[in-house]
């Protein structure tokens, strides 16, 4: 029992060592590494349809994952395009708001005392008062970086999943060809369900993502909210990081409408509102129900994956935290030692159930009443 207990203390310590290793790595190598991470999580959304289809009408495997690649490409092309005329147009739009903005700087500045210079700009004013220069060039800096950064990785991505879906397709070969009797089932179960599960977790927050956005256009095109396609994308976008990432994009959207339709106030209550009843409804009602089980994570581990995704990969690294999160929870849930991690990440207490013959401990989630 007593080496049972040393070498279950020892598996900690070097897998706490392996996530430090991992962290400084990433950090280092973040043009190789990130690549390979965001490939790895698209291919587990593109390999069930792509397997379908080869196996229901004989669909060549190699052309199934070449067209599902332009496919994405296509999706990122038509979405850069939208989001990038948003963007202009709102550059070039700017003086159409210049005039709304120094209203509103003005009843800030009476109501907390800031000081106001009526001969001066928005801007102007917002630089002597809140000496936000630093921080707007440093977010301008930050962007652009993220963004060159996002296309290189991106070419590189497509070639990586390229590689990774045709591998795929001989990955039960492989376990077979690796291990031998009893241990060859335990090993199918430690991997196929951990892939099964990431790739309806990703599935499903995917089209739900693509709902919220969807459902943000139409109400952007109904109240004729400027930039329509651009806070489209942001709820999109942004409905992958659970609780923090719904709550920016309304709070970015409730601002731009205060702007666009001051002094009117029912316009912008309407989007508050809205937002607000779209990303609770489909996020902790739709989402969850059809899940049809706990993958969910605790708030703090949430903040803290943040934080760290972010510092490592800036931008993207926030957005891929949660996946990643859940993923790495999903594996924990699957393999009988490392079970209490997964207990650690979750919202709510799991606990395993071993099952006879060469299954693998399954997390199964503890319903409270």
């Known amino acids: 029992m007593e080496q049972k207990d040393y070498t279950r203390r020892s598996f900690f310590i070097l897998l706490l ?32 349809p792509i397997k379908k289809l080869h196996e229901k009408i004989r669909f060549p495997w190699m052309l199934g994952v070449f067209l599902m690649l332009v496919a994405v490409l296509v999706v990122f092309a038509l979405l850069a395009t939208f989001v990038g005329n948003s963007v202009t147009a709102f550059l070039s739009q700017y ?21 106001f210079d009526a001969e001066k700009n928005f801007l102007q004013n917002m630089w002597g008062q809140l000496k936000v220069r630093e921080v707007l060039q440093t977010l301008a800096f930050s962007l652009s970086g993220d963004v060159i950064t996002f296309g290189k990785a991106l070419a590189l991505t497509l070639v990586f999943m390229f590689f990774l879906l045709l591998e795929l397709r001989f990955a039960g070969e492989k376990v077979d060809a690796m291990f031998q009797g009893s241990i060859q089932g335990r090993v199918k179960g430690i ?24 459902l943000v256009f139409l109400m952007c095109v109904f109240l004729r909210l400027d930039f329509a396609p651009m806070w489209a994308f942001l709820a999109f976008v942004f409905n992958f990081i659970p609780t923090f990432g719904s709550i920016f994009s309304v709070i970015m959207m409730t601002i731009f409408s205060v702007l666009q339709f001051y002094p009117a106030p029912a316009r912008t209550v309407f989007v508050l509102i809205f937002t607000t009843l779209v990303n609770f409804i489909l996020g902790n ?12 994570l605790s708030p703090f581990v949430i903040l803290v994956s943040l934080t760290f995704w972010g510092w490592m990969w800036g931008l993207v690294g926030m957005i891929i935290a949660v996946p990643l999160m859940v993923i790495i929870k999903i594996t924990c849930e699957n393999v009988s030692f490392l079970h209490p991690v997964a207990v650690f990440l979750g919202n709510r207490p799991t606990f395993s159930e071993k099952k006879s013959g060469e299954k693998t401990e399954v997390a199964k989630v503890k319903k409270t009443p």
């Open 95 to 115: 003086s159409r708001y210049e005039r709304k903005l120094l209203s509103l700087y003005k009843l800030l500045a009476d109501t907390f005392s800031f000081q």
């Open 17 to 48: 060592f392996a996530v430090v290793l991992f962290g400084a790595l990433g950090k280092i190598l973040s043009s190789v590494i990130l690549p390979v991470v965001v490939s790895l999580l698209f291919s587990f959304v593109l390999y069930p």
């Open 191 to 214: 991997v196929k369900k951990p892939i099964s599960d990431t790739a309806r977790f990703l599935s499903i927050k995917f089209v739900i993502s693509l709902a919220t956005g969807f």
């Open 285 to 296: 009602i739709v989402e969850p129900k059809v899940e049809g089980k706990n993958l969910g």
